[in-house]
């Protein structure tokens, strides 16, 4: 990811010298002094410029928001597995695509904090993560049904892998895969 900024910044300065350079230009050729109205068109030029640099990084690789952090109505398809969900205290509602995310996730996070305490320990012990929190979850995830647990941590791993999936309902964003076109993941 820290490639593709750097590619951006370097697309970024040699389009910003590259206006300069025809601005200066035009402004030689006609040897009068710039026009408000020419500055304008200049700048105008120069942001939609920027904006076709950053098209590829924003919509393919960090994507649009899609919308989905927000409650709009009450989820209600509890199978057998989320019936430990339907807790009060984890708040969960339905966005606007019908998928189940915390009302609250400040505060699902701080009870999860406590619930999957074990689990959470085990995994930053063996791979080294950092605190289990919003912008670190996806990591998390990825690990869960690796890291060798017994006990009270091996009962925690499927259903902190649900709390993990079900906040990243909420943080969902429209990607254009080429091949597949607009894929919200």
């Known amino acids: 990811m ?7 910044y370097v697309v970024y300065g040699f389009l910003t010298l590259l206006l300069i350079g025809i601005g200066s230009t035009i402004i030689k050729l006609k040897k009068k002094k710039i026009s408000t109205g ?10 939609i410029m920027m904006l076709v640099a950053s098209y590829p990084y924003f ?28 807790d009060e205290q984890w708040k969960i509602g339905a966005n606007k695509y019908g998928d189940p995310i915390f009302s609250e996730p400040k505060e699902a996070f701080e009870l999860a904090n406590e ?25 998390y995830s990825h690990v869960v049904f ?12 499927f259903r902190f892998f649900e709390f993990i999936e079900i906040y990243g309902n909420s943080q969902k964003t429209w990607h254009y895969l080429p091949a597949e076109g607009w894929v919200r993941n």
Do not use: H
């Open 2 to 8: 820290i490639k593709i900024q750097i590619i951006t």
């Open 38 to 47: 020419a500055a304008i068109a200049m700048m105008l030029i120069f942001v």
């Open 59 to 86: 919509v393919i690789y960090r994507g649009l928001p899609a919308g989905s952090g927000r409650v709009v109505g009450e989820y209600t398809e509890f199978s057998s597995m989320w019936t430990y969900w339907s």
């Open 115 to 139: 619930e999957f305490e074990d689990i959470i320990e085990l995994i930053q012990d063996e791979y080294g993560f950092d605190d289990f929190s919003m912008k670190t979850y996806e990591q």
């Open 146 to 157: 690796k890291v060798n647990a017994s006990g009270d941590a091996e009962k925690q791993k």
